[in-house]
């Protein structure tokens, strides 16, 4: 058992994800603390508090905020064996600009939130326990294995505990952390995994038993590239969404009239000219989302590549339009 102190200052979870790489939750039982204070109330994705990520399969379960509301969300198997997705919630755990020590604890059959020191919610039949504990699993903070959904906040603590606390140590817990009291662990056979974030130039930060480390690189490391999403996953009604697919078609309204220009020029033929021009657009616009499946800021998405290629056949067309307007 144990609780940390927030004595020090605070660790930024938006400015340097770190990543942990300890065996997980190896007796099938789990409690997670986090010290939390969130910076925004995000309504366009789901930022990650904490995600655990399985090597093989992806990402197994995170924790994360959707507006003022803390979210679970973990993968399971359904009845065909098939991955599926479950998704639990609180309301209003997480308000703007405001401290909340959330524990979270969970086994093969339930899972249960605390916020503060106090019960919130028991979801029964569901657990944030790994489809397979033997695979490796990394620990990620502040942001999502893609690098897409990262929180934007500050992360003063972490704990892992193997084991179920009770309410009144988690209570108790509460209680230490807001005060300020030294770290105090009582011996047992799984010893609780507990970092005390402060500001740091190191790229490793130990645990409080010394046995774990976080790396905390000065960039983000991407653990899972995503190439070419489909338009079925990114799709969202969202302003900036279709502000996105107007800026790609426009951009590429210019590479498709002046490139027809040339090759209307040097070919002679409509039809050979349009299958090039078309053929252009369409790896560079390849090329681009390639690209950008490395970059961090960036997405790499098929609509990107359709709405390229429109904006390519657009521009054709005003060439065009304009050629036997003006013979």
């Not at 204070?37 to 930022?47: F, G, K, M, R, V």
């Not at 790609?248 to 027809?260: E, S, V, W």
Request: aromatic share 12%.
């Amino acid at each position: 058992m144990g609780f940390v102190s927030t004595a020090g200052e605070l660790f930024s979870a938006l400015r340097r994800p770190i990543i942990l790489r300890p065996p997980l939750f190896p007796g099938g039982r789990v409690t997670i603390e986090l010290w939390v204070q969130p910076d925004t109330e995000p309504d366009s994705s789901l930022p990650r508090i904490l995600s655990i990520h399985d090597a093989r399969d992806g990402e197994d379960f995170f924790i994360g905020q959707w507006k003022s509301g803390l979210i679970l969300r973990k993968r399971t198997l359904n009845a065909e064996g098939k991955v599926s997705y479950r998704e639990v919630g609180v309301a209003n755990a997480l308000p703007l600009g405001q401290r909340r020590f959330i524990a979270i604890t969970s086994d093969r059959l339930k899972t249960s939130v605390y916020i503060d020191g106090r019960l919130e919610k028991h979801f029964p039949n569901f657990t944030l326990l790994p489809i397979d504990r033997k695979n490796a699993h990394q620990i990620i903070l502040g942001n999502s294995p893609t690098g897409k959904e990262y929180w934007k906040g500050n992360l003063f603590g972490l704990a892992i505990y193997h084991d179920l606390l009770s309410p009144d140590i988690i209570t108790h817990n509460y209680q230490n952390w807001i005060s300020g009291k030294p770290l105090s662990i009582i011996k047992s056979a799984n010893q609780p995994i507990i970092f005390s974030f402060a500001e740091s130039s190191e790229t490793i930060i130990k645990d409080q038993l010394n046995r774990h480390a976080l790396m905390m690189p000065n960039r983000f490391q991407i653990i899972q590239k995503v190439i070419l999403e489909p338009p079925w996953k990114d799709f969202r009604w969202k302003l900036n969404y279709f502000e996105d697919i107007f800026i790609n078609i426009l951009g590429f309204i210019p590479f498709g009239f002046f490139i027809f220009a040339w090759a209307r020029n040097k070919f002679k033929s409509n039809r050979n000219s349009f299958l090039l021009v078309i053929t252009l657009g369409f790896l560079l616009s390849f090329l681009i989302e390639i690209t950008q499946s490395y970059l961090l800021s960036r997405n790499s998405q098929i609509m990107d590549i359709l709405t390229n290629v429109l904006g390519t056949f657009l521009g054709m067309i005003i060439f065009d339009h304009l050629v036997k307007s003006h013979p």
